[in-house]
């Protein structure tokens, strides 16, 4: 097994790879591998690197003369997590700062860059689910119910009252009354935060 730079790194056309082109220096006795090495990845997880002077691929040559290589960077980026004890970050390689993170404590941390969102998806009827809930989430947009004041002259003085959504009406006196409302959702959200 050897290290060489890594030149550039693009996927497969014809497989689900990604491929790297090496370079090393003849003068160390190290053989210039295939045009194209295949990156060994852990199932489930694809990346392709950003290729920077510091990118190299140890690469191990397999019995059948196949060779296969492993990608690192071990130079430190700045802005880049360093998994406490315990703790396990999966770290973007153009934005170290972009994080998802299961800290030794059990808490889980997704961090975006700064200024970038953090997009969750439920296509279909699939629902985004916090703290297991049922409950509707309200967006910035929807209409809100703050009930209904009521205003009768009368003959003996006049009267105020206030009926909050789905209650009975409160007479309103000097002291004044609670007014409250409450996010007028008809349909189902797909992002649930508790219940």
């Known amino acids: 097994m050897m290290f060489y730079a890594v030149k550039l790194a693009q996927w ?31 199932l489930g997880l694809r990346a392709n ?17 196949q060779r296969v290589a492993f990608v690192v ?4 980026q700045t802005g880049g997590v360093e998994p406490e004890t315990g703790g396990v970050a999966l770290v973007g390689d153009a ?18 860059a700064s ?12 629902e985004v689910r916090l703290n297991g809930s049922a409950l509707k989430v309200a967006a910035d947009t929807d209409p809100v119910d703050l009930g209904s004041w009521t205003f009768s002259p009368g ?21 004044g009354a609670a007014v409250v409302g409450k996010v007028n959702v008809t349909a189902a959200r797909r992002v649930k935060t508790s219940g």
Request: charged share 15%; no cysteine.
């Open 12 to 42: 497969a056309t014809r497989v689900r790879a990604l491929l790297v082109q090496l370079e090393g220096a003849p003068a160390d006795g190290r053989p210039i591998p295939a045009p194209s090495v295949e990156v060994v990845q852990p």
């Open 49 to 65: 690197p950003v290729v920077r002077e510091s990118t190299e691929a140890l690469v191990f040559e397999l019995a059948n003369g």
């Open 73 to 76: 960077d071990k130079v430190r």
């Open 95 to 112: 934005a170290p700062a972009t994080t998802i993170y299961l800290r030794a404590s059990g808490d889980i941390e997704v961090t975006s």
């Open 115 to 126: 200024g970038r969102n953090v997009v969750v998806n439920a296509p279909g009827a699939g």
């Open 155 to 175: 003959t003996s003085g006049a009267s105020l009252s206030y009926t909050p959504p789905g209650g009975a009406a409160t007479p309103i006196t000097p002291a």
